[in-house]
């Protein structure tokens, strides 16, 4: 999860822009239990803030594109 946003925050800064133009996301999971023990101290360290001002979404899927992939997160940002 944390790999995840930090290739967000790279290819973000492509555009001229950062995690503060999320303004939604959407996390492809194998396992909830796993994203949810994760997912609030990632979320912090990659925002600045427990409570972030983005929209998230979270669905469980048996697996994603890649077999050993954990997640999967879609972002939308404005910019």
């Known amino acids: ?3 995840t946003y930090v290739n967000a925050k790279r290819l973000l800064a492509q555009y001229g822009a950062t995690l503060d133009n999320v303004v ?3 996390l ?3 396992d909830m239990d796993a994203a949810f023990a994760a997912a609030g101290p990632v979320r912090k360290g990659a925002y600045g803030s427990a409570k972030p001002d983005v929209a ?3 669905l469980v899927t048996p697996r994603l594109a890649l077999p050993p ?3 999967e997160i879609k972002f939308i940002a404005k910019v």
């Open 1 to 3: 999860m944390r790999q």
């Open 69 to 71: 992939q954990l997640i």
């Open 56 to 58: 998230s979404t979270i």
């Open 24 to 26: 939604e996301e959407v």
């Open 28 to 30: 492809y999971v194998t």
